[in-house]
C-alpha cells in the first residue's frame, strides 16, 4: 500500500502519540538507547533484612542519589510477617509491603519485598540465585546490605547471601537466564554496632544535613515499627507514643529519635566526616550515614569512592 507524504506524517503522529500514551510503548527501546538515556548514572541496590532495614541504614543515601537522577532499590528479603506484637501472616506482609513501598516512594525511589517468611531466611542456594538475580538485573554499581555479623539470624543471613554473590553475579552459568554482569559492583555494608568477630569500620561518611528532614518524613510512614513497637511493642509502649491524631507530635518523636541515631553516627565518626568533607566542614556536620567497603566485589579507589559518593565538596 502507497503512503503519501501527508498521511504518512499523520501516521507517524498517530504512533507518536500512541507510544506517548501507553507505557509499555513508551519504554519499548533498545538497550543502548536506555543507556543513553541513563547519561551513565548510578544504579544502586540496597538489600535489609525487613520491611524497614535499608530505608533505616541507607535511606539518607537514597534520596541524596535520587535527587541527582541517579537509580536507587531497596530490598527487603523477608516479607516483615512476624514482625508486630498484635498482628501476623499475610495481612502484617502486606501492610508492611504498603509501608516500605510508601517510604520509597517519598524519598524517590523504588522497592520491592521478597516472599520470604520474617524469621525464616537461611543462605539457600535458591536464596542465592533469588539475590543474584536482582543484582545483575539491576545492573548494580553499588550493592549495599548488612554485615554477617548481627544480633538477627536474617540479618546474618542476608549478609552472607550477598557475599556469596559477590562472585557469582559475574559468573555467566550461574542463572544463565539472567545474563551476568560484566563488571563487579563494589559491595559495602551498613552501620551496625557489633564487635564480633570485628567492629564495623566505616570507609565512607556522608552527611546527611541537607535531607535528614526528608528522611524522616519518609520515615513516618512505618507506623508498625515505629509507632506501633514492631515485633516487641505492647499496648503500653503504643500508649505511650503520640497518637495519629497528633501527627506533628509524632513527627517530633521519630525526629528525636533520629538525631540521636545520625547524629550519634556523625559524632562517633567525626574524623572520617573531616576526612572527606575537610576540617571546617567535616565538624558542622550534624547527620551522617556511613558504610564500610566488603572485602568481596570490587575494591574501589578513594576517587572512585567520590564518583560513587558524589556528595562530597570538590578538593
Known amino acids: 500500500m502507497l503512503i503519501s507524504p501527508?498521511?504518512?506524517?499523520?501516521?507517524?503522529?498517530?504512533?507518536?502519540?500512541?507510544?506517548?500514551?501507553?507505557?509499555?510503548?513508551?519504554?519499548?527501546?533498545?538497550?543502548d538507547a536506555a543507556e543513553a538515556d541513563a547519561g551513565k548514572k548510578l544504579r544502586i541496590i540496597c538489600f535489609g533484612a525487613?520491611?524497614?532495614?535499608?530505608?533505616?541504614?541507607?535511606?539518607?543515601?537514597?534520596?541524596?542519589w535520587a535527587k541527582q537522577g541517579h537509580h536507587v532499590k531497596l530490598v527487603s528479603v523477608t516479607n516483615g510477617d512476624i514482625g508486630h506484637w498484635q498482628m501476623s501472616g499475610g495481612e502484617l506482609a502486606r501492610r508492611r509491603a504498603a509501608e516500605s513501598a510508601e517510604v520509597a516512594r517519598r524519598m524517590g525511589v523504588v522497592s520491592?519485598?521478597?516472599?520470604?517468611?520474617?524469621?525464616?531466611?537461611?543462605?539457600?542456594?535458591?536464596?542465592?540465585?533469588?539475590?543474584?538475580?536482582?543484582?545483575?538485573?539491576?545492573?548494580?554499581?553499588?550493592?549495599?546490605?548488612h554485615r554477617p555479623w548481627d544480633y538477627h539470624p536474617d540479618h546474618r543471613n542476608v549478609g552472607v547471601l550477598v557475599q556469596d554473590a559477590a562472585f557469582m553475579v559475574m559468573v555467566p552459568y550461574f542463572c544463565p537466564d539472567t545474563p551476568a554482569l560484566k563488571a563487579n559492583p563494589v559491595f559495602l555494608y551498613s552501620s551496625d554496632r557489633f564487635q564480633k568477630p570485628y567492629p564495623f569500620r566505616p570507609d565512607v561518611a556522608v552527611s546527611l544535613d541537607d535531607v535528614f528532614e526528608k528522611k524522616v518524613g519518609a520515615l513516618?510512614?512505618?507506623?508498625?515499627?515505629?509507632?506501633?513497637?514492631?515485633?516487641?511493642?505492647s499496648p503500653e509502649f503504643?500508649?505511650?507514643v503520640p497518637p495519629a491524631s497528633q501527627p506533628e507530635l509524632r513527627r517530633k518523636y521519630l525526629h528525636d529519635r533520629w538525631v540521636n541515631r545520625q547524629g550519634g553516627e556523625a559524632k562517633q565518626y567525626r574524623g572520617l566526616l573531616q576526612q572527606w568533607y575537610g576540617e571546617e566542614l567535616g565538624n558542622k556536620i550534624q547527620y551522617a550515614e556511613t558504610f564500610e567497603v566488603c572485602e568481596y566485589g570490587r575494591q574501589p579507589t578513594p576517587e572512585e569512592l567520590r564518583e560513587l559518593f558524589p556528595f562530597f565538596p570538590e578538593r
Open 6 to 31: 501527508r498521511n504518512g506524517l499523520l501516521l507517524g503522529a498517530a504512533l507518536l502519540t500512541l507510544a506517548l500514551l501507553t507505557p509499555g510503548i513508551a519504554q519499548a527501546q533498545s538497550p
Open 50 to 64: 525487613h520491611p524497614d532495614d535499608a530505608e533505616y541504614k541507607s535511606g539518607g543515601c537514597a534520596i541524596k
Open 112 to 145: 520491592e519485598v521478597l516472599d520470604i517468611h520474617d524469621g525464616e531466611l537461611m543462605p539457600t542456594l535458591e536464596n542465592r540465585r533469588k539475590i543474584t538475580r536482582l543484582i545483575r538485573d539491576w545492573k548494580a554499581d553499588i550493592v549495599i546490605s
Open 220 to 233: 513516618m510512614a512505618l507506623e508498625s515499627q515505629i509507632f506501633e513497637g514492631g515485633a516487641l511493642g
Open 238 to 240: 503504643v500508649a505511650s
